[in-house]
């Protein structure tokens, strides 16, 4: 099973824009007001990405020249960094790839791409964490990402904000075995890309849309389309699961 990231490099939703904010309702908030933060790995740096009310109202506000931003924060995150240390930023190649194989055909597959990290909530010193935020279909699927797959999972979505400073596309077919752990039973995990990214913000969906149940009981997705959306599901929910 490949857990597709959530890059750097989620009850009812009111009207989202994708390219300036999110905006929704966190279902079942119960921690009053609250930030959505990142921390740097090395300097320990807080940087705040958006906030939650108390009655559960989110907003993460979308930067137009994110990039940059990304950057001067890695700028500072690498002066702090251990000796031997190097920086990289990952592509539209490296994001939508297939393990070893050269399935996936790219445009542009050499354009950086960046992201919002995952979605750390805390309250507003940084000193009290209250878990990740997801941007699902449901909070089962919420739960097999805080779990990197160690929980069952059945068909819905996630959804991945991405930037990328000029247009690119991803689209293949990559087919993986994987054992499932149980002794030598093994199921082919597809993943089908159709993604066609415009400059600035996108809305990337991995929707699983076909399940491998084990002889244990355990589920694993078998078949997962990746696609640029237009706009926000309206059935998305944000759901905040606690460490």
């Avoid at 000796?83 to 490296?94: D, K, V």
């Avoid at 919420?142 to 819905?156: D, F, N, V």
Wanted: charged share 20%.
């Amino acid at each position: 099973m490949k857990l597709l990231p959530l890059t750097f490099g989620l009850m009812f939703c009111l009207g989202i824009s994708a390219q300036t904010s999110l905006l929704g309702n966190v279902i079942n908030w119960t921690h009053g007001e609250a930030v959505i933060a990142h921390f740097g790995m090395f300097n320990g740096e807080m940087t705040e990405m958006g906030t939650i009310s108390p009655d559960g109202t989110l907003n993460i506000p979308l930067d137009p020249d994110y990039f940059t931003s990304i950057k001067k924060l890695a700028e500072k995150e690498a002066a702090e960094a251990p000796e031997g240390w190097s920086m990289s930023y990952r592509t539209i190649a490296s994001t939508f790839s297939c393990m070893f194989e050269e399935n996936i055909t790219t445009s542009n597959g050499e354009a950086i791409v960046s992201g919002l990290p995952e979605l750390l909530i805390t309250d507003k010193s940084g000193q009290t964490e209250y878990g990740y935020l997801y941007a699902v279909s449901s909070p089962e699927v919420a739960w097999w990402l805080k779990t990197y797959g160690e929980k069952g999972i059945s068909p819905g979505y996630y959804l991945s904000w991405i930037y990328i400073e000029s247009p690119a596309a991803a689209t293949g077919e990559c087919k993986i075995p994987t054992y499932t752990g149980n002794g030598e039973e093994m199921y082919e995990d597809t993943l089908l890309f159709d993604v066609k990214l415009e400059k600035g913000w996108n809305v990337v969906k991995y929707e699983i849309t076909e399940i491998f149940t084990s002889q244990t009981g355990k589920t694993y997705p078998s078949k997962t389309l990746v696609s640029r959306l237009p706009e926000v599901p309206d059935d998305l929910q944000w759901h905040a699961i606690g460490n």
